[in-house]
């Protein structure tokens, strides 16, 4: 059974920081890449991070050079560390493998940036 529970979202103004963390259970950190995704209303869940079991990262050209993903394989932990955020950042945010498992989409945590 996988599970995946994300927080640290919250209401921030733009230029703040927020650090969201997933929570992972189940055989999932088995898959070698871990990611977060966002979904902005009335549009589609993107992917925003990713990161490989060796540590290698990439980003979507939005996220390059504000946002940070990292994880702790042994706490089954991936974080993402998101500076100067900006109102187009708002949106719910996921974890998941990267290609996505989705039977396993937790249930997300909020980020609203208000300008």
């Known amino acids: 059974q996988v599970q995946l529970v994300e927080s640290g979202g919250g209401l921030v103004q733009a230029g703040g920081s927020l650090r969201l963390s997933c929570a992972a259970s189940g055989n999932i950190f088995r898959i070698k890449t871990m990611a977060w995704y966002r979904q902005a209303p009335g549009k589609q869940r993107e992917l925003v991070a990713s990161i490989t079991s060796g540590g290698t990262t990439n980003f979507a050209d939005s996220a390059k050079g504000r946002f940070t993903i990292s994880r702790d394989t042994a706490k089954m932990m991936v974080y993402l560390q998101m500076n100067s955020l900006k109102p187009e950042d708002t949106a719910v945010y996921y974890c998941?493998?990267?290609?996505?498992?989705?039977?396993?989409w937790g249930r997300g945590t909020q980020v609203t940036v208000s300008s």
């Open positions: 998941n493998a990267n290609p996505p498992l989705n039977l396993y």
